[in-house]
């Protein structure tokens, strides 16, 4: 069967839709497919959405209608069963509301309206003879399902619609026990249900009619778009449409896929010679003999003036060759002008698996071809053989190249093979989230971890972009996948958290690792590295919580011990943060700062409390004794698994740039950063309140304190950084 026989590439479907029709369906089906695939249309889907809604809202009026007139209407036993059968179509009408957009896009809409039209025709039914028969105003209602039937049935089920309606009023009828003094009502009755019966179905008849050349016109327009006037293949559009789909599949479903280029040899000779009108017939032909060759599910395109394609789906190398030879030796074969063309094929690699690449190396065959003369030696006989002996020295040395590079092409995708066999071993057993993608950030490459991260089968995200497979995460990983693809700078240890499928409501955090891909100095796609460090995270969090209440309960006993300095780590913690923030170091760090300047004097609660708080000025052995609380505060730290980085900033805090502090007498940049931030936070602090053995100094003299320390005891950005968030009152008294 030829390729452009298939309905579904006569009727214009898309790309989508062929790849679910072409060659994987029973020929009996394509028919009904195609049918199905217009069906689908969004303007079809629109207008049975708006229907389908109007149907359910007027039957929901109706039956309001009925329980109004029920409870208006003097009270009995049939009364209250009337009313429950409408508030239970109500009831129905509600719950199926929110489905209609649902409804309304499958197959089975047309038969669920025709469902309802009946059932509401019953209800209506029901009603009248509860009510009192022909003489009920609720018989009325059986109008409607006739009406709502014309707007959207087809022909068939609008008339089945006017007989159920018919044979309804007869059961009402007939069931009345006074029907021998209401048939002259009933026969006016049904005469206008006959009436508006026979106009419903002249209108559903003419609806059907313009809705059927409307899909008519619509499926030639499909066509004229999407195939080329002069050969009936698919047009350039059209086929690299195709072309992305059918990679697509062939990723999804681990198949093969092949594609031929094939060139008309010395075209814009043969159309000098011969014209241009012979020229196109030329075309028509290669066409219609590339139709037949092909099998049913190939895919037929012509992609420029002179240049066809054909895709090949599950085929290999070996089958594209086999495939090739027989298309060049057909087009040879055909009648008419003698033509030749060359005919280059290409497979889809496992290292660039894309369209694009696909296309490159079989254009790349093509030229080869064309290089080496095959397409023309069906038709070089009438040459003298001294020219044909020119020609086949030329021929034979480049053959000869042509073997080198094949030789040398071998080596490279035996070594390739090697590598991704290592890779899957190592995809397979390990406990890394792994994965590659193409410069689109469609995944080629995803091991069974890095699928159940995404909360899915590894099968099932090839050939979808990481968009679609994880769009909530989309806009944290967007930025580094384009900053990898743009620059070519890997991205390392980056966290990304949020919501899998497989765990709704479940936090994750993601260590992610992303490095580019590259094939001769060009990005090809970027590899993806992934830890799922929730856990780990989690247990940090927890950590970082219970130190903050070791902390607190610490700093509480350090103010319960000195009732003096009540506040004073708190205001020390407060101010060493801002500082730190405005020398813009990390925020672990920063983190880390504020919780040992929290607790910067614990080491105070190893110290006498009568000391602590006693007046006066201490004796130099007693101010011995004081000194000694930073290394008393680091060592309880130490003991109870405090972080080092805390632990060494309470232990340096009372450091001085030029080594006259204690414990440790250190100097410059042997004093951490953090501690030399909290000795200034410290200091100002200190020298602002009130002591048991001093009043409290103006700011006059802090900040000169302050001024003249700088650089000699206290880190001179850090005392600058001070006074600019004290002037600006980020740091106030």
Same mark, same amino acid.
């Given at each position: 069967?030829?390729?452009?026989?298939?309905? &579904?590439?006569?009727?214009?479907?898309?790309?989508?839709?062929?790849?679910?029709?072409?060659?994987?369906?029973?020929?009996?089906?394509?028919?009904?497919?195609?049918?199905?695939?217009?069906?689908?249309?969004?303007?079809?889907?629109?207008?049975?959405?708006?229907?389908?809604?109007?149907?359910?809202?007027?039957?929901?009026?109706?039956?309001?209608?009925?329980?109004?007139?029920? #409870?208006?209407?003097?009270?009995?036993?049939?009364? $209250?069963?009337?009313?429950?059968?409408?508030?239970? &179509?109500?009831?129905?009408?509600?719950?199926?509301?929110?489905?209609?957009?649902?409804?309304?896009?499958?197959?089975?809409?047309?038969? =669920?309206?025709?469902?309802?039209?009946?059932?509401?025709?019953?209800?209506?039914?029901?009603?009248?003879?509860?009510?009192?028969?022909?003489?009920?105003?609720?018989?009325?209602?059986?109008?409607?399902?006739?009406?709502?039937?014309?707007?959207?049935?087809?022909?068939?089920?609008?008339?089945?619609?006017?007989?159920?309606? @018919?044979?309804?009023?007869?059961?009402?009828?007939?069931?009345?026990?006074?029907?021998?003094?209401?048939?002259?009502?009933?026969?006016?009755?049904?005469?206008?249900?006959?009436?508006?019966?026979? @106009?419903?179905?002249?209108?559903?008849?003419?609806?059907?009619?313009?809705?059927?050349?409307?899909?008519?016109?619509?499926?030639?327009?499909?066509?004229?778009?999407?195939?080329?006037?002069?050969?009936?293949?698919?047009?350039?559009?059209? @086929?690299? !449409?195709?072309?992305?789909?059918?990679?697509?599949?062939?990723?999804?479903?681990?198949?093969?896929?092949?594609?031929?280029? $094939?060139?008309?040899?010395?075209?814009?000779?043969?159309?000098?010679?011969?014209?241009?009108?012979?020229?196109?017939?030329?075309?028509?032909?290669?066409?219609?003999?590339?139709?037949?060759?092909?099998?049913?599910?190939?895919?037929?395109?012509?992609?420029?003036?002179?240049?066809?394609?054909?895709?090949?789906?599950?085929?290999?190398?070996?089958?594209?060759?086999?495939?090739? /030879?027989?298309?060049?030796?057909?087009?040879?074969?055909? #009648?008419?002008?003698?033509?030749?063309?060359?005919?280059?094929?290409?497979?889809?690699?496992?290292?660039?698996?894309?369209?694009?690449?696909?296309?490159?190396?079989?254009?790349?065959?093509?030229?080869?071809?064309?290089?080496?003369?095959?397409?023309?030696?069906?038709?070089?006989?009438?040459?003298?053989?001294?020219?044909?002996?020119?020609? !086949?020295?030329?021929?034979?040395?480049?053959?000869?190249?042509?073997?080198?590079?094949?030789?040398?092409?071998? /080596?490279?995708?035996?070594?390739?093979? !090697?590598?991704?066999?290592?890779?899957?071993?190592? +995809?397979?057993?390990?406990?890394?989230?792994?994965? @590659?993608?193409?410069?689109?950030?469609?995944?080629?490459?995803?091991?069974?971890?890095?699928?159940?991260?995404?909360?899915?089968?590894?099968?099932?995200?090839?050939?979808?972009?990481?968009?679609?497979?994880?769009?909530?995460?989309?806009?944290?990983?967007?930025?580094?996948?384009?900053?990898? =693809?743009?620059?070519?700078?890997?991205?390392?240890? +980056?966290?990304?958290?949020?919501?899998?499928? #497989?765990?709704? *409501?479940?936090?994750?955090?993601?260590?992610?690792?992303?490095?580019?891909?590259?094939?001769?100095?060009?990005?090809?796609?970027?590899?993806?590295?992934?830890?799922?460090?929730?856990?780990?995270?989690?247990?940090?969090?927890?950590?970082?919580?219970?130190?903050?209440?070791?902390?607190?309960?610490? &700093?509480?006993?350090?103010?319960?011990?000195?009732?003096?300095?009540?506040?004073?780590?708190?205001?020390?913690?407060?101010?060493?943060?801002?500082?730190?923030?405005?020398?813009?170091?990390?925020?672990?760090? $920063? /983190?880390?700062?504020?919780?040992?300047?929290?607790?910067?004097?614990?080491?105070?609660?190893?110290?006498?409390?009568?000391?602590?708080?006693?007046?006066?000025?201490?004796? &130099?052995?007693?101010?011995?004794?004081?000194?000694?609380?930073?290394?008393? *505060?680091?060592?309880?730290?130490?003991?109870?698994?405090?972080?080092?980085?805390?632990?060494?900033?309470?232990? +340096?805090?009372?450091?001085?740039?030029?080594?006259? *502090?204690?414990?440790? *007498?250190?100097?410059?940049?042997?004093?951490?950063?953090?501690?030399?931030?909290?000795?200034?936070?410290?200091?100002?602090?200190?020298?602002?309140?009130?002591?048991?053995?001093?009043?409290?100094?103006?700011?006059?003299?802090?900040?000169?304190?302050?001024?003249?320390?700088?650089?000699?005891?206290?880190?001179?950005?850090?005392?600058?950084?001070?006074?600019?968030?004290?002037?600006?009152?980020? =740091?106030?008294?």
């Amino acid at each position: 069967m030829k390729s452009t026989d298939n309905p &579904a590439i006569e009727q214009g479907a898309s790309a989508a839709e062929v790849d679910a029709l072409v060659g994987r369906l029973p020929s009996g089906a394509t028919d009904h497919t195609a049918s199905v695939a217009f069906d689908s249309h969004p303007h079809t889907q629109k207008f049975w959405s708006t229907v389908l809604q109007v149907g359910l809202y007027v039957l929901a009026g109706e039956t309001v209608a009925t329980m109004i007139y029920c #409870a208006l209407t003097p009270h009995g036993s049939h009364r $209250i069963l009337i009313f429950s059968i409408a508030l239970c &179509a109500t009831l129905a009408v509600a719950v199926t509301v929110p489905f209609v957009q649902h409804i309304a896009s499958t197959v089975w809409r047309s038969d =669920i309206a025709f469902v309802w039209t009946l059932a509401a025709g019953l209800v209506a039914t029901l009603s009248a003879h509860l009510d009192g028969g022909i003489d009920s105003p609720l018989i009325f209602m059986l109008i409607l399902p006739i009406a709502s039937a014309a707007i959207a049935l087809p022909t068939r089920k609008v008339a089945i619609c006017g007989v159920a309606t @018919f044979a309804e009023l007869s059961y009402i009828f007939l069931s009345d026990q006074f029907r021998h003094l209401r048939t002259s009502d009933t026969a006016i009755f049904a005469t206008a249900l006959l009436g508006l019966t026979i @106009f419903a179905v002249v209108a559903s008849a003419a609806r059907t009619r313009r809705q059927n050349e409307e899909s008519q016109l619509r499926s030639t327009l499909s066509v004229l778009a999407r195939t080329d006037t002069l050969t009936k293949c698919l047009n350039h559009g059209a @086929f690299y !449409e195709r072309l992305d789909a059918e990679v697509n599949r062939a990723l999804r479903q681990d198949e093969s896929l092949s594609l031929l280029m $094939i060139d008309v040899d010395l075209f814009k000779s043969f159309n000098d010679a011969h014209g241009h009108v012979a020229g196109d017939e030329v075309l028509t032909r290669i066409g219609t003999t590339l139709r037949e060759v092909s099998r049913n599910f190939d895919v037929v395109g012509r992609v420029g003036g002179d240049e066809f394609a054909v895709v090949l789906p599950t085929s290999g190398g070996a089958d594209a060759a086999t495939i090739a /030879e027989r298309v060049r030796r057909a087009l040879v074969s055909t #009648a008419g002008p003698p033509v030749t063309a060359s005919v280059g094929f290409a497979t889809l690699s496992d290292a660039r698996p894309t369209a694009k690449e696909l296309v490159r190396a079989a254009d790349s065959c093509l030229y080869e071809m064309k290089l080496l003369g095959s397409g023309r030696r069906s038709v070089d006989s009438q040459e003298d053989p001294a020219s044909r002996r020119g020609d !086949e020295s030329e021929t034979t040395t480049a053959d000869a190249e042509l073997r080198r590079v094949k030789e040398h092409v071998r /080596e490279i995708e035996r070594a390739s093979a !090697e590598a991704l066999s290592i890779l899957d071993a190592y +995809q397979s057993t390990t406990t890394v989230g792994l994965g @590659f993608s193409d410069t689109e950030c469609r995944m080629l490459r995803i091991n069974p971890m890095l699928a159940e991260l995404h909360g899915g089968y590894a099968k099932d995200q090839i050939g979808r972009t990481i968009q679609e497979i994880v769009p909530d995460l989309w806009p944290q990983l967007e930025p580094l996948y384009r900053s990898v =693809i743009d620059t070519g700078t890997p991205v390392i240890n +980056q966290e990304v958290s949020g919501e899998t499928a #497989a765990e709704p *409501g479940v936090l994750h955090t993601w260590l992610t690792n992303l490095y580019p891909v590259t094939i001769e100095e060009e990005i090809i796609g970027v590899g993806t590295v992934v830890v799922d460090i929730s856990d780990q995270k989690r247990l940090f969090e927890s950590q970082v919580r219970l130190n903050r209440s070791v902390v607190a309960a610490l &700093a509480g006993a350090v103010e319960m011990r000195d009732p003096y300095t009540s506040g004073h780590e708190h205001r020390v913690a407060q101010i060493s943060g801002l500082i730190a923030k405005e020398l813009h170091l990390e925020v672990s760090e $920063i /983190e880390s700062i504020e919780l040992a300047a929290e607790i910067h004097d614990v080491g105070k609660l190893g110290l006498p409390a009568e000391l602590l708080s006693r007046p006066g000025k201490l004796t &130099a052995e007693e101010m011995a004794l004081i000194r000694t609380h930073a290394q008393i *505060g680091s060592d309880m730290l130490g003991r109870v698994g405090f972080p080092e980085c805390a632990r060494q900033m309470v232990l +340096q805090h009372h450091e001085r740039l030029d080594g006259s *502090g204690y414990p440790q *007498g250190l100097q410059g940049e042997h004093i951490k950063i953090g501690s030399r931030i909290i000795a200034v936070a410290d200091v100002f602090d200190a020298m602002f309140s009130d002591r048991p053995y001093r009043p409290s100094l103006t700011i006059e003299k802090v900040l000169g304190e302050l001024r003249s320390g700088s650089g000699v005891l206290y880190d001179p950005s850090v005392v600058l950084t001070f006074l600019e968030l004290w002037e600006t009152g980020r =740091i106030t008294s």
